[in-house]
Each structure stands twice: as structure tokens, then as C-alpha cells.
């Protein structure tokens, strides 16, 4: 079992920077992907970004060149740094994690991903 506390939103000015955190525990998920996604109310949640159980990425083309993810193993802790924010980023952000151990599958769907956090609020100003 898997609990993911997700910080780090805010409210922040069009170009600023924020970097959001999921915090896991209940157990080690330095074996499974990860994900970030996104919501806006009226609107289907989106894929953001996830990152391989061996650290490799993938980034929604919305975000590619403006927003990282990495992961601290040590502290079982998923990272977004998002720079370079637009109003379009507000959304509500949720971390997620791959319900299969070594699996790289899907990295960019939903359906994978079997543990969620209740997400972390980021408003960008204009």
C-alpha cells in the first residue's frame, strides 16, 4: 500500500517557478514510474510527466523545456520543477504512482497507475 502527499502549489506570476513534491509512504516506490497529471475544473485530467523506475522521462509537449521531474529515492520523493509558468499550467496536480513494480509500461496513461495523491493547487497570474 502506497499513500502520496503531494506539496508545493501556489499562487505564482506568469514566467515564476514553483516546484512541486510527492512524498510517499506506506512503502518504497523507487521501483515504480511516476507520474504527474493535471486538472482544471470542466476538463479531463492530463498527463504532465512520469519518470521510469530507472529515472528516464517523459514530458507532455506542453511542458517540454519548461518543467522537470526527477526523484530522491533516499527520501521516496517524486519532484516538479516547473519553470517558466503560463495561466494555461493552473491547474490542480496530482502525483501518481505505476501499480507494477519494473514496469515502464504506459508511462502517459491513467490507467496505470494505481496510487494517487490528492493533489496541490498551482494558479498562475497573468
Known amino acids: 500500500q502506497v499513500q502520496l502527499v503531494e506539496s508545493g502549489g501556489g499562487l505564482v506570476q506568469a514566467g515564476g517557478s514553483l516546484r512541486l513534491s510527492c512524498a510517499a509512504s506506506g512503502r518504497t516506490v523507487s521501483r515504480n514510474a511516476m507520474a504527474w497529471f493535471r486538472q482544471v475544473p470542466g476538463k479531463d485530467r492530463e498527463f504532465v510527466a512520469a519518470i521510469s523506475w530507472v529515472a528516464s522521462a517523459v514530458y507532455d509537449d506542453s511542458v517540454k523545456g519548461r518543467f522537470t521531474i526527477s526523484r530522491d529515492s533516499t527520501k521516496n520523493t517524486v519532484y516538479l520543477q516547473m519553470n517558466s509558468l503560463r495561466p494555461e499550467d493552473t491547474a490542480h496536480y496530482y502525483c501518481?504512482?505505476?501499480?507494477?513494480?519494473?514496469?515502464?509500461?504506459?508511462?502517459?496513461?491513467?490507467?496505470?497507475?494505481?496510487?494517487w495523491g490528492q493533489g496541490t493547487q498551482v494558479t498562475v497570474s497573468s
Open positions: 501518481a504512482a505505476h501499480g507494477q513494480v519494473f514496469s515502464n509500461i504506459g508511462l502517459e496513461s491513467q490507467s496505470v497507475y494505481v496510487y
